[in-house]
């Protein structure tokens, strides 16, 4: 199992950026597919982006596509997601996961809350309009 912490929420206006950081201890990070999700009051929680252990390729949903990056450090044990042209819909509870396979993920899977193994425990995002 692997321990996943958040940092980098916070309040900010409409327009302004964040980058979030998800530290991974406690087993190998470097081969897994790693993911951010979100979860907004009274929402199911839903992909954001997802990136492979290699870094080769990203994926992110249509909502934030062109505005959210996300990246890995893997010597640092560690997966970002900066965001920038934030907007008020943007809020909600931003979630690390991590799904622990030695092998690339197929790409219609990354998307899939229930392939992820490993959580963190959520870090909060509030932008105001």
């Known amino acids: 199992q692997v321990q996943l912490v958040e940092s980098g929420g916070g309040l900010v206006q409409a327009g302004g950026s964040l980058r979030l950081s998800c530290a991974a201890s406690?087993?190998?990070?470097?081969?897994?597919?790693m993911g951010w999700f979100r979860q907004a009051p009274g929402k199911e929680r839903r992909f954001v982006a997802a990136?492979?252990?290699?870094?080769?390729?990203?994926y992110y949903a249509d909502s934030v596509k062109g505005r959210f990056t996300i990246s890995r450090d893997n010597a640092k044990n560690t997966v970002y997601l900066q965001m920038n042209r934030l907007k008020p819909e943007d809020t909600a509870v931003y979630y690390c996961?991590?799904?622990?396979?030695?092998?690339?993920?197929?790409?219609?899977?990354?998307?899939?809350?229930?392939?992820?193994?490993?959580w963190g425990q959520g870090t909060q995002v509030t932008v105001s309009s």
């Open positions: 996961a991590a799904a622990h396979r030695d092998y690339t993920m197929k790409a219609y899977r990354v998307s899939l809350v229930n392939e992820y193994d490993s």
């Open positions: 406690g087993r190998t990070f470097s081969t897994d597919t």
């Open positions: 990136i492979p252990w290699s870094g080769a390729s990203t």
